[in-house]
C-alpha cells in the first residue's frame, strides 16, 4: 500500500545537486578556498567554550548573533531588524508559513533558485511563475503585470539571480514594491560576490515595512557546512516569523561558530575578490570561444553549451569536472573556483 502522503507532493522529487567524488567540483556555488587557519582556532574555542552547557538549550532568539549580522550589514540596522536560521533556505520557508499557506500565493520569475516553488509546495502556498525573457531579463513592465495579475501574498525577486547570476535592476524591486499587497522577498545570497556600484536591496528597506532582504554565510564566508542564513526587514516581519519558528531552532553551537565566523570577517571574505577574479575569467574566455554567457554578479557563470547540455555535462564529468545542470536546455552552470579549478574547467570545456 502507498504512503497517505499529500497529493500535491506526489511524484516531486526532493532538491539536491549531484554529491560526486571527483576531482573538481564546481556545480553547487560553494566556497573553494578552506577556511583559514586562523579562523578555525578561532571557530574550535568558541565551540568548546559551550560544550560545557550543552545541557541547556539555546538563546532562542540568538540576540547576540543577530547583533552582530546587523553590525556586518550596516545600513543603519538593529538586532531588531535582523533573523537568523538555519540557512537562507530555513528563513525563506519561515517566511512563506508566517505570510503564505493554504489559500494564499507566492508568485517568482524563473530561471530562479528553484528551492522557492519547492518552500511554496512545502508550506501549501500556491507558487504562480512570472517567468522571465528569453535572455532571462526581467523588465518593470514585466514584473508589475504579474504582480497586478495574480495579486500574490509573496514576491520572491533574487538578486544576483541564480542561476543566471544577473543583478536586479533596482527599478524592478521598487516597482514591485509598490505594486504587490503583500510581502517582497530580495534574495541577495550571492550579494558580496557584485561588481562595484551594484546597489542591494538592503538601501530602501527603512520605511518599507514589507520588504525582507535575506542573506547566507554559505557563499562568501565560506560558511556553507555552518548553515547560516538571515534576513533584514522592520520589526513586525521578524515579530511575526517568531510566530512559526521551532523552538531552540539555532543551536548553541550554530550561533558560536557564526559569531567566530562574523568576528573573523575580514579573512573569510578575503577570498571574494580572488572568486570574482576567476568568475570573470570564465565569461571573457567563454565569449572569445564564441559562447554565449549571462553577465553575472554572483559567484558562478551561466554558459550555451552549443548543444544538448546533459552530454555536455556528462562529457566534463568524464574529464573529472563537475558542474550543474540546472535544467535550461542547452545551458551549464558552473561555480568560480580556484585558478587551478578554473584552468581544468576551461581544458575540460575547450
Same mark, same amino acid.
Given at each position: ?12 522529487? !526532493? ?7 571527483? !576531482?573538481?567540483r564546481?556545480n ?6 578552506? @577556511? ?7 571557530? $574550535? ?7 560545557? +552547557? ?6 532562542? +532568539?540568538a540576540? =547576540? ?7 556586518y &550589514? ?33 508568485? $517568482?520569475?524563473?530561471? /530562479?533558485?528553484?528551492?522557492?516553488? &519547492? ?8 507558487w504562480?511563475? $512570472? ?20 495579486r ?14 544577473? #543583478?536586479? +535592476? ?10 504587490a499587497?503583500?510581502?517582497v522577498v530580495?534574495?541577495e ?12 536591496a538592503l538601501s530602501?528597506l ?7 532582504v ?5 557563499k562568501a ?7 547560516? $542564513?538571515?534576513?533584514?526587514?522592520d520589526?513586525?516581519?521578524?515579530? #511575526?516569523?517568531q510566530?512559526?519558528? &521551532? ?13 567566530? =565566523?562574523?568576528?573573523?570577517?575580514? /579573512?573569510?571574505?578575503?577570498? @571574494? ?12 574566455v567563454?565569449?572569445?570561444?564564441g ?8 559567484n558562478?557563470v ?6 544538448d547540455?546533459k ?5 566534463? &564529468?568524464?574529464?573529472? @569536472? ?13 561555480? =568560480?573556483?580556484?585558478? +587551478? ?6 581544458? #575540460?570545456q575547450?
Amino acid at each position: 500500500m502507498s504512503l497517505p502522503i499529500r497529493d500535491d507532493l506526489r511524484g516531486l522529487t !526532493p532538491y539536491g545537486a549531484p554529491q560526486l567524488d571527483v !576531482p573538481v567540483r564546481l556545480n553547487t556555488n560553494e566556497n573553494s578556498y578552506p @577556511v583559514p587557519e586562523a579562523v578555525v582556532e578561532a571557530i $574550535g574555542k568558541a565551540l568548546q567554550a559551550e560544550l560545557r +552547557d550543552l545541557n541547556r538549550y539555546p538563546d532562542r +532568539d540568538a540576540v =547576540a548573533l543577530r547583533a552582530d549580522l546587523a553590525d556586518y &550589514l550596516g545600513h543603519g540596522l538593529q538586532t531588531e531588524n535582523v533573523w537568523a536560521a538555519n540557512g537562507s533556505n530555513e528563513v525563506q520557508q519561515q517566511l512563506l508559513q508566517a505570510f503564505g499557506g493554504p489559500g494564499r500565493t507566492a508568485l $517568482g520569475f524563473t530561471p /530562479a533558485y528553484s528551492m522557492h516553488p &519547492l518552500l511554496a509546495t512545502g508550506t501549501g502556498t500556491r507558487w504562480v511563475d $512570472g517567468y522571465r525573457a528569453e535572455d532571462f531579463g526581467l523588465s518593470v513592465e514585466h514584473a508589475v503585470a504579474q504582480v497586478e495579475k495574480h495579486r500574490p501574498d509573496l514576491v520572491f525577486l533574487c538578486s544576483p539571480n541564480n542561476p543566471t547570476g544577473t #543583478a536586479l +535592476d533596482p527599478a524592478v524591486a521598487a516597482a514591485v514594491l509598490d505594486a504587490a499587497p503583500g510581502i517582497v522577498v530580495v534574495d541577495e545570497a550571492y550579494a558580496e560576490f557584485a561588481r562595484p556600484g551594484t546597489p542591494s536591496a538592503l538601501s530602501v528597506l527603512p520605511g518599507h515595512q514589507r520588504l525582507v532582504v535575506t542573506r547566507t554565510m554559505s557563499k562568501a564566508f565560506g560558511f556553507a557546512g555552518g548553515r547560516l $542564513g538571515y534576513l533584514a526587514a522592520d520589526p513586525a516581519v521578524i515579530d #511575526a516569523v517568531q510566530l512559526v519558528r &521551532l523552538p531552540y531552532h539555532l543551536s548553541a553551537l550554530t550561533q558560536a561558530a557564526a559569531r567566530a =565566523a562574523l568576528a573573523h570577517r575580514e /579573512a573569510l571574505l578575503a577570498t @571574494v575578490e580572488a572568486i570574482k577574479e576567476q568568475r570573470d575569467r570564465i565569461v571573457e574566455v567563454l565569449r572569445s570561444r564564441g559562447r554565449r554567457v549571462a553577465d553575472s554578479d554572483a559567484n558562478f557563470v551561466l554558459y550555451e553549451v552549443g548543444g544538448d547540455q546533459k552530454i555536455a555535462w556528462r562529457a566534463l &564529468l568524464d574529464r573529472g @569536472v563537475l558542474v550543474r545542470d540546472v535544467g535550461l536546455a542547452g545551458w551549464l552552470r558552473v561555480t =568560480a573556483g580556484t585558478p +587551478d579549478e578554473t584552468d581544468a574547467f576551461l581544458e #575540460a570545456q575547450a
